[in-house]
Nanobody, 125 residues
Framework: QVQLVESGGGLVPAGGSLRLSCAASGRTFSSYAMGWFRQAPGKEREFVAGSWGGGSTYYADSVKGRFTISRDNAKNMVYLQMNSLKPEDTAVYYC???????????????????WGQGTQVTVSS
């Protein structure tokens, strides 16, 4: 298992930007699939973006073109740059990691074995 700690959440007006960071422990970070999920009140946790060890990335349709996931394997960090934020992006955002090989694409939370504590993102209208 890898330990994950998110940071960077906050309150931002619609149209604004935020950058979330996720610090990961572990010596084999570069081989992990990393994901960002979010959960709004009363809703299920949903996939936002994923970054695979081979360099592939994938995004939910709702954030495509606005969010960018990136990783720095030397620093064991993964980031989520969020631009053109909308009120419907309001949620707790979670960083997730999985050491087993996952296909590139949308995943459910059950596919990832390690989770951070979450960071709140609130977008005001």
């Amino acid at each position: 298992q890898v330990q994950l700690v998110e940071s960077g959440g906050g309150l931002v007006p619609a149209g604004g930007s935020l950058r979330l960071s996720c610090a990961a422990s572990g010596r084999t970070f570069s081989s992990y699939a990393m994901g960002w999920f979010r959960q709004a009140p009363g809703k299920e946790r949903e996939f936002v973006a994923g970054s695979w060890g081979g360099g592939s990335t994938y995004y939910a349709d709702s954030v495509k073109g606005r969010f960018t996931i990136s990783r720095d394997n030397a620093k064991n960090m993964v980031y989520l740059q969020m631009n053109s934020l909308k009120p419907e992006d309001t949620a707790v955002y979670y960083c997730a990691a999985e050491r087993l090989k996952l296909r590139v694409g949308v995943h459910t939370s059950a596919d990832f074995g390690s989770w951070g504590q979450g960071t709140q993102v609130t977008v005001s209208s």
